[in-house]
């Protein structure tokens, strides 16, 4: 059987204890109990463990052996703020096909009243993609950064190739890109970074921008996506060219 798996909140090389929302569920649904076993995730990897002790909002775990887990995907995706619920969905799937980390930013047709509310939304990403971890199994959690405006997220990328979801782009299609990329590396997951428009599109001021620093367009196709299709599609088409 599968065994339930846990995020620590602090650890060791021997031990390891969850805290809060997680501890909580422990106790209360799962009636967690001294010698009850699970796989521990700490930092990034992965331990065979067995609660070693229950105490007010905690749970101790002893970290019995190292279990092996695939790392996280080089991918960031970074995201124009549109509707709250399918960002969710951007951030729940990538994780779970192995993204490494997301910034959200806003984009010049961000929906103002999402933009305001959006730094808010930040901590509840995070609990996402720790549950979405967690559920596929990863032995990390990605990192979901702080909003920020879309000239600084453009900028602010690892070097690697960057490539600019754009309906409008005719002659390269992401699968292409990512062929040439991968012919021209040197190292076998060479970093990927994506970048997801918001509803309403890129301006041209932005597509400019991107293309300054180094962003190539890329297609996935004649048809117009919605944000978050374009983004999960984008991400199982990398995730399957890295695997
Ligand atoms: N401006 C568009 C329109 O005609 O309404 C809508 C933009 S689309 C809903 C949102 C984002 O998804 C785009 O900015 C782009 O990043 C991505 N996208 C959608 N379709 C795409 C495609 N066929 N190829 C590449 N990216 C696409």
Same mark, same amino acid.
């Given at each position: 059987?599968? *065994?339930?798996?846990?995020?620590?909140?602090? !650890?060791?090389?021997?031990? %390891?204890?969850?805290?809060?929302?997680?501890?909580?569920?422990?106790?209360?649904?799962? *009636?967690?109990?001294?010698?009850? &076993?699970?796989?521990?995730?700490?930092?990034?990897?992965? !331990?065979?463990?067995?609660?070693?002790?229950?105490?007010?909002?905690?749970?101790? =775990?002893?970290?019995? #052996?190292?279990? &092996?887990?695939?790392?996280?995907?080089?991918?960031?995706?970074?995201?124009?703020?549109?509707?709250?619920?399918?960002? /969710?969905?951007?951030?729940?799937?990538?994780?779970? $096909? +192995?993204?490494?980390?997301?910034?959200?930013?806003?984009?010049?047709?961000? &929906?103002?009243?999402?933009?305001?509310?959006?730094?808010?939304?930040?901590?509840? !990403?995070?609990?996402?993609?720790?549950? @979405?971890?967690?559920?596929?199994?990863? #032995?990390?959690?990605?990192?979901?950064?702080?909003?920020?405006?879309?000239?600084?997220?453009?900028?602010?990328?690892?070097?690697?190739?960057? $490539?600019?979801?754009?309906?409008?782009? *005719?002659?390269?299609?992401?699968?292409?890109?990512?062929?040439?990329?991968?012919?021209?590396?040197?190292?076998?997951?060479?970093?990927?970074?994506?970048?997801? +428009?918001?509803?309403?599109?890129?301006? %041209?001021?932005?597509?400019? $921008? =991107?293309?300054? /620093?180094? !962003?190539?367009?890329?297609?996935?196709?004649?048809?117009?996506?919605? @944000? /978050?299709?374009?983004?999960?599609?984008?991400? @199982?088409?990398?995730?399957?060219?890295?695997?």
């Amino acid at each position: 059987m599968t *065994r339930r798996r846990w995020i620590a909140d602090s !650890w060791d090389e021997t031990s %390891a204890s969850v805290k809060g929302e997680q501890a909580a569920h422990l106790v209360r649904v799962l *009636r967690a109990q001294t010698g009850m &076993e699970c796989d521990m995730v700490a930092g990034d990897r992965v !331990w065979r463990a067995v609660i070693s002790g229950v105490s007010g909002d905690a749970v101790q =775990f002893t970290l019995l #052996s190292e279990v &092996e887990a695939e790392p996280a995907l080089p991918v960031t995706l970074l995201l124009s703020v549109f509707k709250f619920d399918r960002m /969710e969905w951007i951030i729940e799937k990538a994780t779970e $096909l +192995g993204a490494a980390r997301f910034i959200p930013m806003t984009a010049r047709r961000s &929906e103002k009243h999402l933009v305001q509310a959006a730094q808010a939304r930040v901590e509840r !990403w995070r609990r996402v993609a720790r549950e @979405a971890a967690k559920q596929s199994r990863r #032995s990390d959690v990605p990192v979901v950064e702080d909003l920020v405006p879309l000239k600084t997220a453009v900028r602010s990328g690892a070097a690697g190739l960057r $490539l600019l979801l754009a309906e409008q782009e *005719r002659s390269t299609t992401l699968y292409a890109a990512m062929q040439v990329a991968l012919q021209q590396a040197t190292v076998e997951k060479p970093a990927v970074e994506l970048a997801v +428009g918001p509803e309403g599109g890129w301006t %041209a001021d932005e597509e400019a $921008l =991107f293309a300054v /620093e180094g !962003w190539q367009a890329v297609s996935l196709g004649p048809r117009i996506l919605r @944000a /978050e299709t374009a983004g999960i599609t984008a991400m @199982a088409v990398v995730a399957a060219m890295l695997a």
